[in-house]
């Protein structure tokens, strides 16, 4: 059962309920006069034990290629409250904040920050590039003292 708490905005738990239906996550079947049961869909089950939101990590796939994450969001004011938990998030996976919506991370993470920006519902304000960045001994040095980075990925870059 899902409980809704009187602080609740409902607006924003119908906009939530419809993108997660939208996305075909859940199924809404209406079950009496103002009661609705909420169903996961295959694809909600796949996603729900693939991630858990507050627990999942980046886990690099392979030794770093070299390359540079950037992920850059303009969130609207309206939402900050979600940008808010976007930062926290971020920082909780080793992200380096280099501006206030520019982080910076050296392996693949595409598909765990769509999931995120999914999640919080922010894809449509978010963008993920990915290269090379000259002059990047300070990201490097970061990085390596942070533990994400380890010597053995950097030969041969």
Not at 32 to 47: C, F, N, Q, V
Not at 116 to 145: A, Q, V
Request: with cysteine; glycine share 6%; charged share 35%.
């Amino acid at each position: 059962p899902i409980s809704i708490s009187e602080e609740s905005d409902p607006k924003k738990v119908r906009r939530s309920l419809y993108r997660l239906e939208k996305n075909k996550f859940i199924k809404i079947k209406q079950v009496g006069r103002r009661r609705y049961k909420l169903e996961l869909t295959k694809k909600g089950k796949k996603l729900l034990g693939q991630y858990n939101f507050y627990e999942f990590k980046i886990n690099p796939k392979q030794k770093w290629d070299g390359n540079w994450r950037m992920f850059v969001f303009d969130i609207p004011e309206r939402k900050r409250p979600m940008r808010d938990a976007l930062r926290d998030k971020l920082k909780n996976l080793g992200f380096l904040q280099f501006q206030k919506s520019v982080w910076i991370y050296p392996f693949e993470c595409d598909d765990e920050m769509l999931y995120i920006c999914e999640f919080l519902g922010l894809k449509p304000y978010t963008l993920i590039f990915t290269g090379k960045i000259h002059n990047s001994d300070m990201l490097r040095k970061y990085f390596l003292y942070k533990g994400i980075l380890k010597e053995s990925d950097l030969r041969g870059i």
